[in-house]
DNA sequence: TGTATATAAGCGACCGGTCGTCTTTATTTT
DNA sequence: AAAATAAAGACGACCGGTCGCTTATATACA
């Protein structure tokens, strides 16, 4: 029983990130969210303090599926350092061509919509991408000390400017409606910039 | 008395900026930003056709001050194309940590909440964002014949990449609240990536 | 029967948008 | 020039609906 809750607390969580990547947070409702997953409206708040702690927590979830994404292209020994990481941005970039361009990413919008304004939501966002930036941060280290990828700059400022160019990507997407704005990060950061 | 109508139409918009890019679009009320402007629920719709197209014609308003800007930049001439770039965006950074990182940029916050969902917002998203690309484009062209910037990627492309980058900079400076998400884009891409 | 959990009904507040009234301005008639 | 009328614009009350959240009751289990 314990699990069917845990069970139902997931779905709650993964219906939440697709609609808040539609129509980000003050867009969501919990009446309209919790009907898709018939969740009774009253019970939402057994699952979750507020909408505001389900958001953090939606935000810690969703970043999940993508840190063991990486962590296995980082992981084949088949790739470099560089080689696994370009795998792993093309592969997105597939996904998102495939999908249509909907969604993008959820800690880019939320970023810009509540990330100023509520504290709890900015601290699940810097968690998350501070996670999601070290293991770029080692991917890069490992190219480093196979020689392809430049090192009079660190890891941690490559890593943490590639996500930067990513979600900046990811928004032009969704406007342009076209992956072009994403390969263009590929090719220019990835192929020209922290190549050695 | 046109202009005082036009006067109060320009001052909805300026508060609707400054509203929006705090609380997102669905966050922020067309009553609550009238009341602050001392302009009676009832008269929103003959400034307005909809609370839509009232954000269309903010993120046209919201750009021009930063085309002036970054054209005024461009056109001093003791500064080469570049030089003039990276003023232009050390400005821009100032600005912000004056401000304690409010606001960020409405066309990003935009981008992520409503880009993909309201047509008429993105098509003026699209075009603002064009608009500041193709100002940028020159700069960099500019420079490129000063013999500054590197000649191998087209100015087109450069410009469309630093203005990602740049976008999701400014997500991460609201995340950290700090400007070091700002200087990394300013020393990585103006200073060692774009330069020949 | 007693206790804990689940949930439907409902809270006040606010949403974007409309509508009928009232004020103001412009035009016509004396 | 003054008065009467018409057209236009401003405006607040109000529409149905939804917001996030609470609470009183029903149900399940001990």
Redesign the interface.
């Known amino acids: 029983m314990a699990n069917l809750k845990e069970f139902k607390r997931e779905q709650i969580l993964n219906q939440g990130i697709q609609l808040m990547m539609?129509?980000?947070?003050?867009?969501t409702g919990v009446k309209l969210l919790l009907d898709t997953v018939n969740v009774p409206k009253g019970s939402f708040y057994s699952y979750f303090e507020s909408k505001e702690n389900f958001t953090a927590e939606a935000i810690t979830h969703y970043i999940e599926p993508f840190i063991t994404r990486l962590q296995s292209y980082l992981n084949n020994s088949e790739l470099d350092g560089l080689a696994a990481i370009k795998a792993y941005f093309d592969s997105l970039t597939q996904e998102l061509e495939n999908s249509d361009?909907?969604?993008?990413c959820l800690l880019?919008?939320?970023?810009?919509?509540?990330?100023?304004?509520s504290d709890v939501c900015?601290q699940a966002?810097?968690a998350a991408?501070n996670q999601y930036c070290t293991l770029l941060e080692q991917g890069l280290l490992s190219a480093q000390q196979q020689g392809i990828v430049r090192t009079d700059?660190s890891p941690a400022?490559?890593a943490?400017?590639l996500?930067?160019?990513?979600?900046?990507?990811l928004?032009?997407m969704?406007?342009?409606q076209s992956i072009i704005?994403l390969q263009?990060?590929s090719t220019?950061?990835l192929d020209?910039?922290i190549t050695n």
Chains 1, 2 share one sequence.
């Open positions: 539609m129509h980000g947070y003050h867009g361009f909907k969604g993008g880019g919008d939320l970023m810009g919509e509540i990330g100023g304004v900015r966002l810097k991408i700059i400022t490559m943490r400017l996500f930067d160019a990513w979600q900046g990507a928004l032009h969704k406007i342009e704005p263009r990060f220019e950061l020209h910039y």
